[in-house]
């Protein structure tokens, strides 16, 4: 038997994921040689580190356990997470905190400026929690915070990874007006695993949520990703694809999915790297400007080349 702890914050004793203590441990296999990483040790990772803690900020690096932590904070790439360090919703992959989170710090779009101003970001990478208790999911501070870093840095550019806003009317246009370069939502998984790995959203409106904001402001880059691993068949893949070409998405993302702890959903399978390559070049022949389809591809991972990249491949279809 696993205890679910919380680990993370400074409250370690409060269960991480109280819905999930009850329920029976889920094992996953071995990891293979691919997945292995180095430990975060070096400099530049420290002084993220720092630079995080200064602000009082909270990144998705940290709270999900990303595996990539020490090659990105060593270069000085760290994903952001506003609105707090615990999400309304219960997914059965995420390791972020869930219950009822606090009222919004009215100060953090500007600490999340100067955070990006002081590790010298070219391009920022801005998420946060599910907050279904706000009236606008939050719309509003997203918005708020793409300004703030525009003013603060108006030449960086900005991504943001944003929740579903499920029956939040109107969120989505408030977020889209904001400009942010790049509007990511996670699809996460293939539809027919969205009952026991995100219960709480709809596969289709998580297509037409990107699908909008195309209508609405077709200049945004848009960009999707699942995780692999979660017992999803190839053929239901290869729909994703075409269900996010048809909302026209320009980016995909393809990770494979990493059990936090025992309380979570198991591993189904390790994917081996030649079927994400497999997968990859299925992608573009469907037609997506960029793919990243690799073991520990996360959504954020080399955000800032692939943009670069991205805006190259759009050039070169306009002439
Ligand atoms: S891949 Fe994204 S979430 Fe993971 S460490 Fe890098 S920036 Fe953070």
């Known amino acids: 038997?696993?205890?679910?702890?919380?680990?993370?914050?400074?409250?370690?004793?409060?269960?991480?994921?109280?819905?999930?203590?009850?329920?029976?441990?889920?094992?996953?296999?071995?990891?293979?040689?691919?997945?292995?990483?180095?430990?975060?040790?070096?400099?530049?990772?420290?002084?993220?580190?720092?630079?995080?803690?200064e602000n009082g900020l909270v990144t998705v690096c940290e709270e999900a356990g990303c595996p990539n932590i020490g090659e990105c904070w060593d270069k000085k790439h760290a994903t952001f997470m506003i609105m707090g360090d615990t999400c309304t919703r219960a997914c059965a992959f995420c390791n972020v905190k869930t219950g009822m989170p606090g009222a919004l710090d009215a100060l953090e779009p500007e600490h999340v400026a100067e955070?990006?101003?002081?590790?010298?970001?070219?391009?920022?990478?801005?998420?946060s929690v599910d907050r279904d208790d706000l009236a606008d999911g939050g719309a509003e501070h997203f918005a708020q915070t793409i300004r703030a870093i525009r003013a603060r840095c108006p030449a960086t550019t900005i991504e943001i990874l944003t929740p579903d806003f499920l029956r939040k009317d109107g969120a989505l246009e408030v977020v889209v007006a904001a400009k942010p370069d790049v509007f990511n939502h996670n699809l996460e998984t293939v539809p027919s695993r969205y009952l026991s790995v995100r219960p709480g959203a709809r596969y289709f409106h998580s297509v037409r949520l990107l699908q909008r904001v195309k209508e609405i402001d077709p200049t945004i880059f848009t960009k999707s990703g699942i995780m692999v691993g979660l017992g999803e068949e190839r053929p239901e893949v290869l729909q994703v694809m075409d269900d996010l070409r048809s909302a026209d998405v320009d980016f995909l993302t393809i990770g494979?999915?990493?059990?936090?702890?025992?309380?979570?959903?198991?591993?189904?399978?390790?994917?081996?790297?030649?079927?994400?390559?497999?997968?990859?070049?299925?992608?573009?022949?469907?037609?997506?400007?960029?793919?990243?389809?690799?073991?520990?591809?996360?959504?954020?991972?080399?955000?800032?080349?692939?943009?670069?990249?991205?805006?190259?491949?759009?050039?070169?279809?306009?002439g």
């Open 256 to 318: 494979q999915y990493l059990q936090p702890t025992r309380k979570h959903h198991a591993v189904m399978r390790y994917v081996p790297p030649d079927e994400f390559l497999g997968y990859e070049k299925v992608a573009y022949t469907k037609g997506f400007l960029m793919v990243s389809a690799s073991p520990l591809t996360r959504s954020s991972h080399h955000a800032g080349d692939d943009f670069a990249r991205l805006k190259a491949a759009r050039a070169a279809i306009s």
């Open 1 to 53: 038997m696993v205890v679910v702890v919380d680990t993370v914050s400074a409250t370690p004793l409060r269960p991480r994921h109280p819905e999930k203590v009850n329920r029976p441990d889920a094992f996953s296999p071995p990891k293979p040689d691919w997945i292995r990483v180095r430990a975060p040790n070096t400099r530049g990772y420290a002084e993220t580190r720092n630079i995080v803690k």
């Open 115 to 127: 955070a990006t101003f002081k590790l010298g970001l070219a391009h920022i990478v801005v998420t």
